[in-house]
């Protein structure tokens, strides 16, 4: 069973940066396509990056271009989320996602982006 834990996540200024981490065990993390995802109060979740699980491709949503980065070591079985620039509309709950054949979640870590 594949499992996921996020860290890195806490209180920041606007402005200010953090880096999450998402690591994987159970399983070989070169076989996952993997996703950051997440979900501020009252809002629907959403995808916010991901990379894929061979030639390492990514994509990001419009609203972090430019300011997150994906980036994953599979050595370490472990993915980043390096996150600048946050702004208060960054606050949410972020999730990890990996998929092979279906979705498995970590338990989510708190970013919080205020003055």
């Known amino acids: 069973q594949l499992r996921l834990v996020e860290s890195g996540g806490g209180l920041v200024q606007p402005g200010g940066s953090l880096r999450l981490s998402c690591a994987v065990s159970?399983?070989?993390?070169?076989?996952?396509?993997i996703g950051w995802f997440r979900r501020a109060p009252g809002k629907e979740r959403e995808g916010v990056s991901c990379?894929?699980?061979?030639?390492?491709?990514?994509n990001y949503a419009d609203s972090v271009k430019g300011r997150f980065t994906i980036s994953r070591d599979n050595a370490k079985n472990t993915v980043y989320l390096q996150m600048n620039s946050l702004k208060p509309e960054d606050t949410a709950v972020y999730y990890c996602?990996?998929?092979?054949?279906?979705?498995?979640w970590g338990q989510g870590t708190q970013v919080t982006v205020s003055s």
């Open positions: 159970g399983d070989n993390l070169d076989y996952y396509y």
């Open positions: 996602n990996a998929n092979r054949w279906r979705d498995y």
């Open positions: 990379i894929s699980s061979s030639v390492g491709s990514v």
